[in-house]
């Protein structure tokens, strides 16, 4: 048997960040609720209220800013000029994945690339977080790459 991955664990890891109980909660939270944007004080709020027990204000801000940072949450301020936060939308994640040429399937390169798929993504967010600094929007990235796939190449079938 396999071990099972927990999602959440695998993205702080990946993001470099430690695995903290307050951590996941607020990820896990932002994870779940991926339509909703919450101010520092109304994820305090809702959290207190989920967990029945307060996360220190101080370490939920902190910690709400370091996932932002990484590309976890997206940072947006309203017209009010409060600051709100959501999960990443997957339409801003670059998910590089391969067309191939010859038969036509397009698939995810992750397994392909294993560690370097996260440094791919890692540039992407930065690159769209430098965009949005300088003042652009509507931001999405389709990264692919087109050639033809192993399988074609040697011709095995499927
Ligand atoms: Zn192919």
């Given at each position: 048997m396999t071990k099972p991955i927990d999602p959440i664990n695998e993205l702080l890891t990946a993001h470099g960040l430690r695995r903290t109980y307050a951590a996941k909660l607020v990820l896990g939270w932002f994870l779940a609720h991926p339509n909703t944007s919450y101010t520092h004080s109304q994820l305090l709020l809702v959290l207190a209220k989920d967990q029945h027990e307060e996360l220190d204000k101080v370490t939920l801000y902190r910690l709400v800013d370091r996932l932002t940072q990484v590309g976890l949450l997206l940072c947006r301020v309203d017209t009010n000029r409060v600051r709100r936060f959501q999960a990443?939308?997957?339409?801003?994640?670059?998910i590089p994945h391969f067309e191939c040429q010859s038969c036509h399937r397009d698939s995810p390169l992750a397994d392909a690339l294993k560690a370097n798929v996260d440094d791919l993504e890692r540039a992407a967010q930065n690159a769209l977080a430098a965009l949005e600094a300088l003042g652009y929007q509507g931001h999405s990235i389709d990264f692919a790459v087109r050639g033809v796939c192993a399988e074609c190449v040697t011709g095995a079938s499927h």
């Open positions: 990443m939308p997957v339409s801003v994640h670059a």
